[in-house]
């Protein structure tokens, strides 16, 4: 059976858990052969293994996306293997909450480096092959969407540096696809709200018990709280 998907490739960074898993699932329903990126490879041959217990193709990458080599090479990989890349669904992203005067830099840093670095990364090694792609798509577009969060349209006490790393999110969004809109290339953004994910076990132990309540993802590529 032919779906809207067919004869695509997508590639899904931060699928292990939450929207990423989800969200791969979805697209693999929908025809598309799906690479699945991420550190944590036990969870993402789980993952593999649902989707072609359902009749879907998946590829596992494992890879730290914060190192710009090991996130360009997985983008390669998925295209040596696959053929080709049609979509992307950047999903990994890390949260970390708390007043400025007593966060640990280390925390500010696991942002900016997974939020924002990570992010760069696959954006700049999959846009040529979106590019290429969009030029035979069955479907005449290619789609790079990055995934934000409501914290990048209104900033809150005790989220300040993940404010930093969304707005940062949305504008460099919004300044890729007026660069390629003419090249038949969707780019978006999404920002989810408050979602339920395994993002509470991710906080430090005092923030977590008093909140806040904030918007984020669920897999955290990289930097999930667990060890690597």
């Known amino acids: 059976m032919t779906t809207r998907l067919s004869n695509t490739v997508a590639l899904v960074p931060g699928a292990s858990s939450g929207i990423g898993e989800a969200t791969a699932r979805s697209l693999a329903a929908e025809g598309a052969a799906v690479a699945v990126l991420g550190r944590r490879r036990e969870r993402l041959e789980q993952l593999a293994d649902k989707i072609r217990t359902d009749g879907g193709t998946a590829l596992v990458v494992e890879a730290d996306i914060t190192d710009q080599r090991q996130a360009a090479a997985a983008v390669g990989t998925v295209v040596a293997q696959l053929g080709r890349l049609d979509t992307v669904v950047n999903n990994a992203g890390f949260m970390g909450v708390g007043q400025i005067v007593d966060s640990p830099l280390g925390e500010w840093e696991q942002m900016l480096e997974v ?38 349209r209104a900033a809150r006490p005790g989220t300040a540096v993940y404010n930093l790393t969304k707005f940062g999110v949305n504008g460099f969004t919004e300044a890729l696809r007026q660069e390629v809109m003419q090249k038949h290339v969707r780019v978006s953004v999404v920002e989810p709200g408050t979602v339920d994910t395994e993002l509470s076990t991710h906080l430090r132990d005092g923030v977590r018990q008093r909140g806040p309540r904030t918007s984020q993802r669920a897999d955290l590529v990289a930097v999930d709280g667990r060890p690597a």
């Not at 992010?119 to 990055?146: K, W």
């Open 115 to 152: 939020n924002v670095q990570g992010l760069l990364y696959i954006n700049h090694a999959a846009l040529a092959h979106l590019l290429r792609a969009a030029e035979d798509s069955p479907r005449g577009v290619a789609d790079l969407v990055n995934i934000s969060s409501t914290a990048g």
